[in-house]
């Protein structure tokens, strides 16, 4: 089973890109990495996915190095409202068997 | 846009009661999760359903079982609470799982307390 880390913390100011790292070691070739942020009182809201290479949509890029042992979520100038914990998740669900395996979370703190 | 549920934001039981928790989406979604989330410990999967009547276990399912007897319900039970079960509950859901991973979308939480 895959394990994940990440930073406990992370501060920044607005305007700034912030890159948030996820390590993951024992990756298994059929395992996706997934990123999602959390607010106060709310339940986790995707973000990105992706398998290997890079991915990016309207909000963030998510870099994948050739061995997958780790993930870098990255978000371009944020602002005040980036204030919220991400977590990386990895892993592979497919019926009758699933691993899932969420990382600790990285509490990104905005300041202006 | 999918809306993710769950009947109660704050619970508070006794030790011994036996508790149930509701979760409801509204996509159709194939697959529902029951997960706790733990200060210092993330999110930890104890369940999961990928079809009406279908359940897996997850990570830490000890003390817990699963209904889903409907599509869109998924219920969580505690057979007889103690207070290492106070914690805050997430349910989520997500289409079945094609050749990647679906995103899950999550109910806001229930935040449970066992006295």
């Known amino acids: 089973l895959a394990k994940t880390t990440q930073p406990i913390s992370m501060d920044s100011y607005e305007g700034q890109e912030v890159n948030i790292t996820c390590s993951h070691n024992n990756i298994a070739t059929n395992d996706y990495i997934t990123w999602y942020q959390q607010f106060p009182s709310q339940g986790p809201r995707f973000i990105i996915q992706g398998y290997k290479t890079k991915v990016t949509n309207e909000v963030a890029s998510l870099f994948i190095p050739a061995d997958r042992k780790s993930s870098t979520l990255s978000l371009p100038r944020v602002s005040l409202s980036d204030t919220a914990v991400y977590y990386c998740l990895v892993g592979v669900l497919n019926t009758g068997f699933q691993k899932l395996v969420f990382g600790t979370g990285t509490r990104l703190l905005v300041s202006p | 846009d999918v809306k993710v549920t769950q009947s109660s934001r704050y619970l508070v039981k006794r030790t011994g009661e036996k508790v149930f928790l509701e979760c409801v989406q509204d996509m159709d979604h194939e697959n529902m999760f029951w997960y706790r989330q733990d200060p210092g410990l993330g999110l930890r999967l104890i369940y999961f359903s990928y079809d009406v009547k279908m359940k897996e276990k997850g990570d830490i399912p000890e003390g817990y079982s699963v209904s889903r007897e409907k599509k869109e319900r998924f219920s969580l039970i505690l057979e007889s609470a103690s207070t290492n079960q106070t914690s805050m509950y997430l349910c989520?859901?997500?289409?079945?799982?094609?050749?990647?991973?679906?995103?899950?979308?999550f109910g806001d939480g229930t935040r449970l307390s066992i006295l």
């Open positions: 989520a859901s997500s289409p079945p799982t094609g050749s990647s991973n679906q995103p899950q979308h």
